[in-house]
């Protein structure tokens, strides 16, 4: 079946510029999360949403990093005023319910900031 | 304190070994699990193995199994056999059950395995 898809899988944006990512999670998966990779780094927690219930955002590094999900599906990263250190891989995945369940992960968007 | 620690930066092992890769945690839960990801230059996370802080044997999938030591609090990755296309970055994660309201993953810094032919 089809996996979690990001979209762009590239965006290049001046800095000042408003951005939005795009993730549409697997099918039937409640729950969704969003991370942030910089270049040769860990993953970094950003936001975690689960069916209806109100998203953790304790991961998002400022007040310029926004994150809806709607109908309990497709979700969407914004990122208002770029900054360059907000150049990073932005990577989005979905599970099912439970605590064994694995991640499934996007490929990612690769945000460049000039 | 990191939750999750990878001291190996880079590895290297030849075509048809096995190799380890470390990972050790720190969590004060009971309930808790350690997941391992492998990410190709190519940049997905690819899910490799799960282990459950209450599972009493250690995983296996094919040519991955996990070493788990919980009073050591150590999730080794073993990749026995090693092909060339096991070369990339591959990232210890841990989800503790404390976390109520969360379900993220904590990830370790990666360890970059090239395998030798």
């Known amino acids: 079946g089809a996996g979690v898809s990001q979209s762009p899988s590239n965006k290049v944006t001046e800095k000042g510029k408003d951005v939005e990512l795009r993730c549409d999670p697997i099918?039937?998966?409640?729950?969704l999360y969003w991370y942030r990779q910089s270049l040769g780094q860990g993953l970094e927690f950003l936001i975690y949403f689960q069916g209806n219930s109100a998203p953790d955002k304790s991961g998002l590094p400022s007040d310029r990093f926004s994150a809806e999900r709607t109908g309990g599906s497709v979700s969407t990263l914004t990122i208002q005023r770029t900054q360059q250190e907000d150049s990073a891989v932005y990577l989005c995945a979905s599970s099912p319910r439970g605590m064994s369940q694995p991640q499934h992960f996007g490929d990612g968007t690769r945000l460049s900031i000039l | 304190a990191q939750k999750i620690t990878q001291t190996q930066p880079g590895m290297f092992v030849q075509e048809k070994e096995a190799v380890t890769l470390d990972c050790t945690y720190d969590?004060?839960?009971?309930?808790?699990?350690l997941f391992w990801y492998k990410q190709p230059s190519s940049g997905e996370m690819i899910f490799l193995i799960y282990q459950g802080s209450y599972d009493e044997q250690n995983a296996t999938e094919g040519r991955y199994s996990l070493n788990f030591q919980k009073a050591r609090k150590s999730a080794n990755l073993v990749i026995s056999a090693s092909q060339l296309g096991d070369s990339a970055m591959y990232f210890c994660a841990m989800r503790e059950e404390q976390d109520t309201g969360r379900r993220a993953l904590t990830f370790g810094s990666g360890t970059r395995l090239q395998v030798q032919p």
């Open positions: 099918s039937g998966h409640t729950a």
């Open positions: 969590t004060s839960d009971q309930s808790y699990g």
